[in-house]
């Protein structure tokens, strides 16, 4: 019994981090997405601008990857709607940087 209660509160521990580390990560993308437009709109962006953005990305979308193992049924809906906005900002972002925006699309 001690140790299932023992094992139950190092899961909680687990998911509890995971939580954190993904929360903090999706804002740092999401702000990074910001900078970067503000970057567009002020002047193009060069190579350690656009490494900047996507070595930001790559660390979210690790930690998505690990959240999906460790998230419960109860968090991942919600996790996987903030995933799917920020994709969706990213694409716009990665149009717009390349000259190929769609209709309404625009810094």
Known sequence: MTRAFEEAREHRE?????????????????????RHLYLMRDRTAEAEDIRALEETKDTYRGRWSEALMIASD???????????????????????QQGNPRPGETL
């Open 14 to 34: 687990l998911r509890r981090s995971c939580y954190t580390e993904l929360h903090r990560d999706a804002r740092q993308f999401s702000t990074a997405l910001s």
């Open 74 to 96: 109860t968090v991942i809906p919600s996790a996987h709607d903030a995933n799917e906005a920020l994709t969706l900002v990213y694409g716009q972002v990665k149009r717009l």
